[in-house]
C-alpha cells in the first residue's frame, strides 16, 4: 500500500459529538486531527436548540470545555411551557417538572457560534498533540486496506491513515452509510426540522417574556395547527434572537404531502405567537435538516474496524416527548469513544475500541435513554392500527373527549405530560401529537384573540437571504429515477421546494412523450440547505458538497 | 517542527492602489503618487503564493525584499500577512529614487549579494509577473541576470526537491495557454510565477502548517518594524551613477490617466530568449552589474 500520512486518531465533524471525542483524545495526548467539511465548524448545522447538561451523564459539554456556557452559549432555560392548540382555543401546561427531570442546566445555543467556538477550544488542544483541526475538507469515504477499515479518503487532500477514525459526521453521515451500519431508505426512522432565527433586541426579549436578562424562555406547541402531520413546534429565547421551528415525523410529513416552510408559517401566523412577536418580524435565517429518532435507529454496535460512530451519526438523537436530546448524547457518546480508545490502545484487535465503547454506552445508561426498552413495548402497541384507531374513536367520542375535559384529567394530564416514564412511551400516532393536545385545548384551553401581524417571508425570499458557496457544474445530490412515484414526495417534503414554485430544489414538469403527458420530478441543488431530507424520500445518489461549497449557516 | 533548510525571497514592489476612490490623478492626467496609497503589487500576490508553498512544504525561512521609498515598508507588511515572512529588507534611499526596471534590477542583485553575505545562502527568489503599474515584468529576468542564475517564467506548479537542490515546474512557453512543458532547474534559481500559478495542499500536515503560520504571521505583522530591516545606497555599496534616474536608461514619458490602458512612454521591448537582442541590452548593462558587484 502506498505510503499515507498517518494520524493517531481522526475524526470526521467538528460539531458537538466530534468537538467531545476530539477535545478527549487531546487531554490523553493522542494525536488528532479533525476534518470538518464547512469554512468554519457550525456554518453547515442546525439545532432548535437547547444543550442539556444530565446530571446522570459522564460527560456534559462543559466538563470538556471550561468556559463553554459564558461564551458559546445564550440564554438559559429558565420558563418552560407546552402549549396544547385547538384551532384558537390554547391550553398552556408548565413543563418545568419534564425539562428539570435529570437536568443540570439547560442552555439555548446557536450552532455557528457554538460550534466555531468549540473549533478554536479543538484546534488550541489538538495542536499540542501535532494534529489540529482542518475546515474545508470533506470526507469522502473509507480508505481500506484488504476490506479492513484503515483511514479517510477526503475531496480535498491526500487518502490519511489512523488507528481510531471517529464518525462524527452527524445525520446523513456518509461515513456510516460506506460501513453499512445506517442505510437512509425508511422515512418514519427521522424526523425532518425546520427554524428560522429572528431578530429581537434582548430587551424586548427581557419583557415580551417577562424575564431577566440573565434568565430564558421555551415554548412548545402540538395540536391541530399543523393539521394532521405528526411533530410539533419550538421558540427559544436567545441573546438576542429567537430560535422558532418545527420538528415532524418525516413519514407524517410524505404522507400529508405537507409542505414545511407552510407548517412553519402556521405555527409563526397562530395568534399564540403574537403576545411575543409583532409587526417587527425579521427573519435572520431559515434552515433544516433531518434528525434520526434514536429510538428506531440508535446502532447498538455503533463500530466496524477502528471505526466508531459518535451522535447523529450513530442515531442518538434522543426525542424524549416533546424534549428533543441530541446535542448532549453526541457529547457523551464522542468523549466514551476516546476513553475506550485509550484504554485499549495498544491492542491488535481493531474492533476491541469499538466493542469497549459499545460497553460504555450500554453501562453509563446512555443506550437505554436513547432505546427504551419500555419503548420497544408500548410501539409494537402504539402502531398496531387497530389498537390507536380505537383509542382514537375513544378520544373523539363526546365521552372520552368529556372525560379528559373534567377537572381531575386536567391535573392528571399536567403530571403525565410531566412524566419522563409517559412521554418517553408516548406512540408515534396522531393520538399523541395532534388528538390529544387538540382535545386538551378545546376542553381545557382559553380562547385568544390576539391579532397576529407576523408576514413570513416567502420561500423565494429566504433562499434569496441564504449565503451559499456553489460548486458549479458538480452537483452533490442526483435523481436516479425521475418518476413522481420513485421521487415525488420531495417536492413536498424538502424544505426549498414547492408545489408550483420553480425556484426551488425539486420541482415537478409535465413533459409530453409522443403524444402522451407525463409528469416527471427535475432536481437543481442550487438552492439546497443539505437537509438531507431527499436522500431518504426520493431516489438519488446522494452526497454532500466538496468542503467549504454549498450553504454557509450564519446563526444555525 | 523540523525547520528545513530552504532559504527564499519574495520580491515585491508597491504599486498605487489603483482601485476607485484611492487613486488620484492631477489637472494633466498625472498621477499623484503621493495622493494615491500604495499597495502590494496585485500579481506579486502570485509569486507570493508560490514563496508560502515552498515554505509549508519544505520549511525554512522566507525574506521580503523591496526596493522603494520607506513607505514601501507597507507593501512588505502586507506580504507578511499573505506570505507569511519571516522578516522583510527594505533597500531604500533618496538616490534610488526614479529608477527603471534595469537600476531596479541592479539594485535588488545589491540587495541579494549583501543578504547572502549577512543573512544566509538563497535558494529560491520569487518574483511576480507585470506590476499593476505598468511596468513590463523585466524585473525579475534582470534581477536573474544580474545575478547569474537561472530563472524560470510563466510557472503554474512547482516542485522542489531539497536534496537534490534542484526545481522541477510546469510552465506555459512563451506565456501560451496551450503549451504546457515541464522544465527542471537547479538552486539557486529565480521563479516568476504565471498568474494562474496554484498552490496545492494535498497534505494535512501541510494545512496544519498552512494554519500555524498564518496564526504566528498575525503577531508577527502587527508589529513587522522589529523585522524589517532598511538597507540605504550606502550599505548596498552603490555607485550613484548607475542607480535612480542617473542610471536609468528607459524615460518615462506620461502616464496615461486611464489605470488599465498601456503607457505612452519609450521603453524598448526585449525578449530574453533573443539572442541579439539580449547581447545589446547586456553591453549596456555590463557597468551596472560590475558596480553592483563590489
Ligand atoms: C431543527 C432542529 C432542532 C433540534 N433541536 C435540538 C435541541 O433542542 N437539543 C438538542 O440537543 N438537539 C437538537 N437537535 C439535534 C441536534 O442538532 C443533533 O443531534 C446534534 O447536532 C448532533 O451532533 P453531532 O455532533 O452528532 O452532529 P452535527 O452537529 O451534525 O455535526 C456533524 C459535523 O460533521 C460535519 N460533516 C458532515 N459530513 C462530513 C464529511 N463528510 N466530512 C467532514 N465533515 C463532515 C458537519 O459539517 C458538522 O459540522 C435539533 C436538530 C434540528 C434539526
Ligand atoms: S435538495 Fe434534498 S438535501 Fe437539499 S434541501 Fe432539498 S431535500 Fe434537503
Redesign the interface.
Known amino acids: 500500500m502506498t505510503e499515507y ?1 498517518h ?1 493517531e486518531a481522526v475524526v470526521v465533524g467538528c460539531g458537538p459529538g466530534g468537538a467531545a471525542a476530539a477535545a478527549r483524545l487531546a487531554d490523553h495526548g493522542v494525536e488528532t ?1 479533525v ?1 470538518e467539511r464547512g469554512t468554519e465548524a457550525g456554518s453547515k448545522n442546525v439545532s432548535g436548540g437547547l444543550i442539556y447538561a444530565e446530571e446522570s451523564a459522564p460527560y456534559t459539554i462543559d466538563d470538556l470545555f471550561e468556559g463553554f456556557r459564558e461564551e458559546a452559549g445564550e440564554r438559559p432555560v429558565t420558563d418552560y411551557h407546552i402549549h396544547n392548540i385547538a384551532e384558537n382555543s390554547v391550553k398552556t401546561y408548565d413543563l418545568s417538572d419534564l425539562h428539570e427531570d435529570d437536568t443540570d442546566w439547560c442552555d439555548a445555543v446557536l450552532r455557528r457560534k457554538m460550534d466555531s467556538w468549540l473549533e478554536r477550544r479543538v ?1 488550541e488542544k489538538t ?1 499540542e498533540t501535532g ?2 483541526v ?1 475546515t474545508n ?1 470533506r470526507v469522502n469515504g473509507l480508505l481500506r486496506d484488504g476490506g479492513e477499515i484503515v483511514g479517510v479518503t477526503c475531496d ?3 487518502p ?1 491513515k489512523a488507528d481510531l477514525i471517529v464518525g462524527a459526521d452527524g445525520v446523513n453521515s456518509e461515513l456510516a452509510r460506506d460501513a453499512g451500519l445506517m442505510d437512509w431508505e425508511e422515512p418514519d426512522e427521522w424526523f425532518q426540522g425546520v427554524k428560522a432565527v429572528v431578530d429581537m433586541e434582548p430587551d424586548v426579549i427581557d419583557d415580551r417574556f417577562d424575564i431577566e436578562p440573565d434568565e430564558g424562555a421555551a415554548h412548545l406547541f402540538s395540536g391541530d395547527l399543523f393539521e394532521d402531520v405528526r411533530g410539533g413546534g419550538f421558540l427559544y429565547t436567545n441573546e438576542d434572537s429567537l430560535s422558532i421551528g418545527t420538528v415532524f415525523h418525516l413519514d407524517s410529513l410524505v404522507e400529508q404531502e405537507a409542505e414545511p416552510h407552510e407548517l412553519l408559517d402556521a405555527l409563526l401566523t397562530h395568534p399564540l405567537l403574537a403576545q411575543w412577536v409583532r409587526d417587527d418580524y425579521h427573519e435572520r435565517e431559515y434552515a433544516a435538516k433531518l434528525v434520526p429518532d434514536s429510538k428506531k435507529v440508535a446502532h447498538e454496535e455503533p463500530y466496524r474496524d477502528r471505526l466508531v460512530l459518535v451522535g447523529d451519526a450513530a442515531g442518538q438523537m434522543q426525542a424524549q416527548g416533546p424534549i428533543i436530546k441530541g446535542m448532549n448524547h453526541a457529547v457523551t457518546a464522542g468523549a466514551l469513544a476516546a476513553d475506550a480508545f485509550v484504554v485499549t490502545r495498544g491492542n491488535t484487535d481493531s474492533e476491541a475500541v469499538g466493542r469497549r465503547y459499545a460497553q460504555m454506552l450500554e453501562k453509563s445508561g446512555t443506550m437505554d435513554k436513547l432505546r427504551p426498552r419500555r419503548y420497544e413495548i408500548s410501539r409494537t402497541l402504539g402502531e398496531r392500527d387497530a389498537v390507536t384507531n380505537v383509542v382514537e374513536r375513544v378520544l373523539e367520542s363526546p365521552v372520552g373527549s368529556v372525560a379528559i375535559g373534567n377537572p381531575i384529567a386536567n391535573r392528571l394530564l399536567k403530571r403525565a405530560y410531566n412524566s419522563p416514564f409517559l412521554v418517553s412511551m408516548l406512540p408515534d400516532t396522531k393520538t399523541g401529537y395532534v388528538t390529544l393536545p387538540s382535545i386538551i385545548g378545546e376542553e381545557h384551553g382559553r380562547s385568544i384573540h390576539w391579532e397576529n401581524e407576523i408576514e413570513p417571508p416567502t420561500l423565494e425570499e429566504r433562499i434569496g437571504d441564504l449565503t451559499y458557496d456553489t460548486d458549479i457544474g458538480n452537483p452533490h445530490i442526483e435523481l436516479r429515477d425521475e418518476s413522481v412515484e420513485a421521487s415525488g414526495a420531495a417536492v413536498h417534503a424538502c424544505p426549498v421546494s414547492a408545489e408550483d414554485f420553480g425556484g426551488g430544489c425539486y420541482r415537478s414538469e409535465t413533459v409530453a412523450t409522443n403524444g402522451s403527458e407525463e409528469t416527471l420530478v427535475s432536481l437543481d441543488t442550487q438552492p439546497c440547505i443539505e437537509c438531507g431530507t431527499c436522500a431518504v424520500v426520493a431516489d438519488t445518489d446522494w452526497e454532500h458538497p466538496r468542503g467549504g461549497k454549498g450553504v454557509e449557516y450564519r446563526e444555525g | 517542527m523540523v525547520e528545513g533548510s530552504m532559504r527564499s525571497i519574495v520580491l515585491t514592489k508597491g504599486v498605487p492602489d489603483f482601485s476607485e476612490g484611492a487613486v488620484s490623478f492631477d489637472e494633466d492626467g498625472h498621477l499623484e503618487r503621493g495622493k494615491t496609497p500604495t499597495v502590494m503589487n496585485p500579481n506579486d500576490g502570485f509569486a507570493v503564493r508560490a514563496a508560502l508553498q515552498t515554505k509549508v512544504r519544505h520549511g525554512g525561512h522566507v525574506s521580503g525584499m523591496s526596493m522603494g521609498p520607506p513607505g514601501y515598508a507597507d507593501v512588505l507588511k502586507e506580504a507578511m500577512g499573505s506570505v507569511y515572512t519571516d522578516d522583510s529588507y527594505l533597500l531604500s534611499d533618496r538616490e534610488l529614487a526614479a529608477s527603471d526596471t534595469w537600476a531596479t534590477a541592479i539594485t535588488l542583485s545589491a540587495g541579494l549579494e549583501k543578504y547572502q553575505e549577512e543573512v544566509g545562502e538563497i535558494d529560491l527568489v520569487f518574483a511576480g509577473f507585470k506590476s499593476a503599474d505598468g511596468e513590463t515584468g523585466q524585473t525579475g529576468p534582470q534581477t536573474a541576470w544580474a545575478m547569474d542564475w537561472p530563472i524560470v517564467t510563466h510557472v503554474l506548479a512547482l516542485d522542489i526537491d531539497p536534496d537534490e537542490r534542484t526545481l522541477r515546474a510546469k510552465r506555459l512557453v512563451e506565456g501560451d495557454r496551450d503549451e504546457i512543458e515541464t522544465v527542471e532547474a537547479p538552486l539557486p534559481c529565480f521563479v516568476v510565477t504565471d498568474p494562474e500559478f496554484q498552490p496545492t495542499y494535498r497534505k494535512a500536515s501541510h494545512r496544519l502548517t498552512h494554519k500555524r503560520l498564518r496564526a504566528e504571521t498575525e503577531e508577527r505583522a502587527a508589529d513587522h518594524d522589529d523585522h524589517l530591516t532598511t538597507w540605504s545606497q550606502e550599505d548596498l555599496n552603490l555607485d550613484p551613477d548607475y542607480i535612480g534616474l542617473d542610471g536609468s536608461p528607459t524615460i518615462v514619458s506620461s502616464v496615461d490617466p486611464i489605470p488599465k490602458a498601456p503607457s505612452e512612454r519609450e521603453a524598448t521591448m526585449v525578449d530574453p530568449d533573443e539572442e541579439t537582442e539580449m547581447s545589446e541590452v547586456l553591453e549596456e548593462m555590463q557597468p551596472y552589474a560590475a558596480g553592483a558587484g563590489d
Do not use: A, N
Request: hydrophobic fraction near 45%; proline fraction near 0%; charge should be negative.
Open positions: 500520512e494520524y486531527l476534518l484546534h495542536s494534529g489540529g482542518l475538507v480535498e487532500l491526500d490519511i
